[in-house]
């Protein structure tokens, strides 16, 4: 079944960079999607359609996407930001979500 | 406001039932495609099924194809997942996410999930 990989985990100071990458071989055909999740919350949709912010959604969250691989950037990193992150795209028949990835602010 | 609102999750042994429900408001929810989406204990977001507006297309993931069976009422606004024969590795938090319709906007608003816990 097709799958999206993403790093574990991201530790990042506050006011850094942070990346979360997520591979997977359909990207280059179909859109990404980003979630945040935070504990015991249901999840937030960051970035759609690769790197399309919806509203609300803070300019330091940005998307990207090369090849196989798409991007989420997280710039000036707050404490507010540390959560699990998803990326999603479309399968065959249906969707996928990304493995997840835990970034931590230092 | 837009809302969407999970209930009729709870406690049920290996090989039982249940019938999760999902109400809209706020919206016009004839207009958005549905998704289940799973999330185990301590585990990552499981896609489950997929509904069109209209209820013409549906999808399943393999792990739940020919157990639970999804379907809507657009005049009552309202979604459900019959998840039936379950198992422990169905044990999860089950939202469901709204997606406009012939449009790429992405699941953007979410449910605050039901839980579902299959045990003996």
């Known amino acids: 079944s097709y799958e999206l990989t993403q790093p574990p985990s991201v530790s990042v100071s506050p006011g850094q960079t942070a990346r979360i990458t997520c591979s997977g071989d359909a990207l280059p055909k179909q859109y990404a999607f980003w979630f945040q999740q935070k504990p015991g919350r249901a999840p937030v949709l960051l970035i759609y359609?690769?790197?399309q912010r919806p509203s609300g959604i803070p300019e330091r969250f940005s998307g990207s996407s090369s090849g196989t691989t798409v991007t989420l950037t997280i710039s000036g990193v707050q404490a507010e930001d540390e959560a699990d992150y998803y990326c999603q795209s479309a399968a065959t028949s249906g969707y996928v979500f990304g493995t997840g990835t835990k970034v931590t602010v230092l | 406001e837009v809302q969407l609102v999970e209930s009729g999750g709870g406690l049920v042994q290996p090989g039982g039932s249940l019938k999760l429900s999902c109400v809209a408001s706020g919206f016009s929810f004839s207009s958005y495609e549905m998704n289940w989406v799973r999330q185990a204990p301590g585990k990552g977001l499981e896609w489950v099924s997929y509904i069109s507006s209209g209820g013409n297309s549906i999808y399943y993931a393999d792990s739940v194809k020919g157990r639970f069976t999804i379907s809507r009422d657009n005049a009552k606004n309202s979604l459900s997942l019959q998840v039936k024969s379950l198992r422990a590795e169905d044990t999860a938090i089950y939202y469901c996410?709204?997606?406009?319709?012939?449009?790429?906007?992405?699941?953007?608003?979410w449910g605050q999930g039901t839980t579902v816990t299959v045990s003996s």
């Open positions: 996410a709204r997606w406009l319709q012939d449009s790429y906007y992405g699941m953007d608003v």
């Open positions: 359609k690769d790197n």
